[in-house]
């Protein structure tokens, strides 16, 4: 079993920065994907930026050259920090990890935090 226990978020004015972190720990897991997922109220959950065991990185249109996903290993962590933030960037944002143990796959999901950006 893998706990994603995310921190950060909050209130942040237009234009404002705010960093998103999610911590796994648990069972050993091998990491295939981990994502930012965002749900405003009455939208669907969209993908916001994902990163591969690789390392490689994709974004939503609506938020690349703003937002970077990043990882540190050592720490089990993912981060998505997020630039010039826009009042439609306000959603729950939530971490999710997929990946392998002995064969079977798993994914996990973070509890979600909230970001409001207003003035």
């Known amino acids: 079993q893998v706990q994603l226990v995310q921190s950060g978020g909050g209130l942040v004015q237009p234009g404002g920065s705010l960093g998103l972190s999610c911590v796994a720990s648990?069972?050993?897991?091998?990491?295939?994907?981990i994502a930012w997922y965002r749900q405003a109220p009455g939208k669907q959950r969209e993908l916001v930026a994902r990163i591969t065991r690789g390392g490689s990185t994709d974004y939503a249109d609506s938020v690349k050259g703003r937002f970077t996903i990043s990882r540190d290993n050592a720490k089990n962590t993912v981060y998505l920090q997020m630039n010039s933030l826009k009042p439609e960037d306000t959603a729950v944002y939530y971490c999710h990890e997929v990946g392998t143990l002995e064969g079977y796959e798993y994914d996990y999901w973070g509890q979600g935090t909230q970001v409001t950006v207003s003035s």
């Open positions: 648990g069972s050993r897991f091998s990491i295939e994907h």
